[in-house]
Structures are given as C-alpha cells and as structure tokens.
Nanobody, 120 residues
Framework: QVHVVESGGGLVQAGGSLRLSCAAS????????TEWYRQAPGKERELVAS???????NYADSVKGRFTISRDDSSNAAFLEMSSLKSEDTAVYYC??????????????WGQGTQVTVSS
C-alpha cells in the first residue's frame, strides 16, 4: 500500500510564495508521472502541473512562469514551488502519483490535499 501526503499549504498574502511537498511511502519501485491538481470552491478539479520520470514538465497556462514542479525520486517526493501567488490560486491542492509500480502491481494514488489560501 502506498500513502501520499501533501504538506506546506497555508495562508499567504498575494504576491507571496509557498512550497508544497508530496511525500509517498511504501514499497515503490517507480513513479511514472507526478501531478499537482487544485480545486477551488464551486469549481472542478484542474491539473496545475506534471512531471515525468524523464524530467518532462507541463503547466497550466494560469501558472506558467509562477509555479515550478520538481521530483526527488530517491525519496519518492515531489514539490510545487509557487510564487507571485494570486487570490485565484486559492484552492485545495492535491498530489497525484500516476502509474506507481510496487511489489503488488501498478496503480495511481492520490493524497488528501492541502489548503492554500491567498489573501488579497
């Protein structure tokens, strides 16, 4: 069983920065892709950023140039560096691990989310 836990959320003023972390525990052999999603109240969950094992990254247009995704495969961790935060970045942020290979197979895993609130 793989457990995914996000941390680093909180309250920040507009223009500020936050660093979200995603920690995965379990007998993990590899993680094909790491994704960060967010869901604001009353809105659908949206993909914010993704990073593959080979280092290919993608970002939603709304966060390009402000957010940076990274992975530390040695510790099965991932990060989302967020800067120049805006009120519209307020949401619950989720880490998703896609195609996680373990000793029992390949599966996707999600964390419970961490709240980011940007005050204007």
């Amino acid at each position: 069983q793989v457990h995914v836990v996000e941390s680093g959320g909180g309250l920040v003023q507009a223009g500020g920065s936050l660093r979200l972390s995603c920690a995965a525990s379990g007998h993990i052999f590899s993680i094909a892709r790491t994704e960060w999603y967010r869901q604001a109240p009353g809105k659908e969950r949206e993909l914010v950023a993704s990073a593959t094992r080979r280092g290919v990254t993608n970002y939603a247009d709304s966060v390009k140039g402000r957010f940076t995704i990274s992975r530390d495969d040695s510790s099965n961790a991932a990060f989302l560096e967020m800067s120049s935060l805006k009120s519209e970045d307020t949401a619950v942020y989720y880490c998703a691990l896609v195609r996680v290979a373990t000793d029992v197979g390949v599966k996707d895993y999600w964390g419970q989310g961490t709240q980011v609130t940007v005050s204007s």
